[in-house]
Every structure is written in structure tokens, then in C-alpha cells.
């Protein structure tokens, strides 16, 4: 028989790596959480690939109205979307190096077409 390894613990456990699954482990790891991802796909971020015909309109430079938001508590979109606007996501696009151009509207899109690679790169940083 072979060795039992001791049961490995987690602060929080993630079902999906799709865009928001991703971007909770990240913000819980950062706070020094261990966290596990589970997908069921081959690999993670798979729709993220695909959006945006590939250049991925990450986020719209003007922000998002908190009214076209449906939520159990009407305060949480306006509370989330304050506390973490579009120049946080912005910033993080940035610290990676990745080039985006700013379209019609604010809306803001990749340069290059994501790649397989890129995606395990970024996942991985
Ligand atoms: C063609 C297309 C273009 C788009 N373009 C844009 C765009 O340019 N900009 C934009 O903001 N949005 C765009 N979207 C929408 C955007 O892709 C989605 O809003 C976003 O990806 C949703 O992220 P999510 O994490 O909520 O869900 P998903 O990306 O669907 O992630 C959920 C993940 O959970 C996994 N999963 C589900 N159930 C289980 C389970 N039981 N066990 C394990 N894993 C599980 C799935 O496999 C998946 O990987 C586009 C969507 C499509 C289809």
C-alpha cells in the first residue's frame, strides 16, 4: 500500500476559472489565503480567450452605472463598483505589460489578440 500524504488544507476553495473565479483566488491570495481552483474545462479562462473577438474589452475607461446592476441588496453594485473601478483593473493591465487601446465609448481592448500562452503566463504571474 502505498503512503497516505496528510490532507492538504485550503482557506478557500474556487469552482470555476472562468474571469470571476480567477480574479477572487487572486484577490484571496494576495490577502495570504490558500486557495484552490477547480475547472472542469482543460483549461482555465477559456471564454476569456474568446471575448471580445480576442482582444478581450476588459473594461470601459468611464465606469459602469450601478443602476443597470441587478442584486439582492441594490447597495452592493454601487459599493463594489466605488471600491474597485476601472483604473484598478487598468493598473494590473499595466503592471503585466499587456498593451490595450481605448475604443468608442471607453471601451478598452487588448492590442494583440490573447494566446494560449499569454493566458498561462498571466495565470501564472
Ligand atoms: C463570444 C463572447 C464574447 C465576449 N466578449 C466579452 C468582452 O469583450 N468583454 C466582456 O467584459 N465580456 C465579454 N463576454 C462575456 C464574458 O466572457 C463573461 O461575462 C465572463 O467570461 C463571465 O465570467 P465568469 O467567470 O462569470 O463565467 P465563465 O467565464 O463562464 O466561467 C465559469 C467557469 O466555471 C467552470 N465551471 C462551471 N461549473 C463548474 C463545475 N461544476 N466544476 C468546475 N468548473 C466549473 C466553467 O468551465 C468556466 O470555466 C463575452 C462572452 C462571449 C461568449
Redesign the pocket.
Known amino acids: 500500500m502505498g503512503a497516505v500524504s496528510a490532507p492538504v488544507r485550503f482557506d478557500a476553495i474556487v469552482?470555476?476559472?472562468?474571469?470571476?473565479?480567477l480574479y477572487a483566488a487572486l484577490h484571496a491570495g494576495r490577502r495570504g489565503r490558500r486557495v484552490l481552483v477547480?475547472?472542469?474545462?482543460a483549461e482555465?479562462?477559456?471564454?476569456?480567450l474568446?471575448?471580445?473577438g480576442g482582444r478581450?474589452?476588459?473594461t470601459n475607461v468611464h465606469g459602469a452605472d450601478p443602476a443597470r446592476y441587478l442584486c439582492a441588496n441594490p447597495r452592493f453594485p454601487r459599493s463594489a463598483l466605488t471600491r474597485h473601478g476601472p483604473d484598478a483593473f487598468i493598473a494590473l493591465v499595466q503592471k503585466h505589460g499587456i498593451a490595450f487601446y481605448e475604443k468608442d465609448a471607453g471601451a478598452a481592448l487588448l492590442r494583440r489578440r490573447a494566446g494560449r500562452a499569454q493566458n498561462r503566463a498571466h495565470a501564472a504571474g
Do not use: Y
Open positions: 469552482i470555476g476559472a472562468g474571469a470571476a473565479g477547480l475547472e472542469h474545462n482555465p479562462g477559456a471564454k476569456i474568446i471575448s471580445g478581450c474589452n476588459f
